[in-house]
């Protein structure tokens, strides 16, 4: 999958170039949920945030705002999802933007929003499984 893809290269740079195993987002992550039953962070880490921020962006933002201009709703909600992910460096943008261009990219060609909810569940069900 091209989102898991990203995130991977993505984590191997940020340990390479900041010397720090994990994005800052992925660290609040942990520190929130420890000591959280597994199926708790599951559902509020990956499938509800998979299912809000396709609503929101993709069908919200993308299809609504921007239905007759699709490059710039693209890019234009990338940039915006990169943003919510709270990066703190240039390069952790960076890989959120780029999830966010295959999510927009995967609604924009499927014309169905269930199949990039189901791709951001499933990304983000492999990242949470990996960070717990």
């Known amino acids: 999958m091209a989102t898991r893809g990203i995130a991977f290269l993505g984590g191997y740079l940020i340990n390479l170039l900041e010397k720090t195993s994990t994005s800052s987002n992925d660290a609040s992550l942990k520190t929130t949920f420890q000591g959280v039953p597994l199926w708790i962070i599951l559902l509020t880490v990956a ?3 998979g299912i809000i921020e396709e ?13 007759k201009h699709d490059s710039i709703g693209v890019i ?5 999802f990169g943003a919510l992910h ?19 990219v995967i609604f924009l060609k499927s014309k169905q929003l ?3 909810i189901l791709v951001h569940i499933s990304n983000n069900l492999l990242a949470t499984i990996g960070m717990f």
């Open 47 to 49: 499938v509800l945030p």
């Open 55 to 67: 609503i929101i962006f993709r069908a919200g933002i993308m299809h609504t705002l921007f239905s």
């Open 76 to 80: 234009i909600n990338s940039v915006l």
């Open 86 to 104: 709270m990066p703190a460096t240039l390069l952790e943008f960076a890989i959120y933007f780029l999830m966010g261009l295959v999510f927009s």
């Open 114 to 116: 269930e199949i990039s």
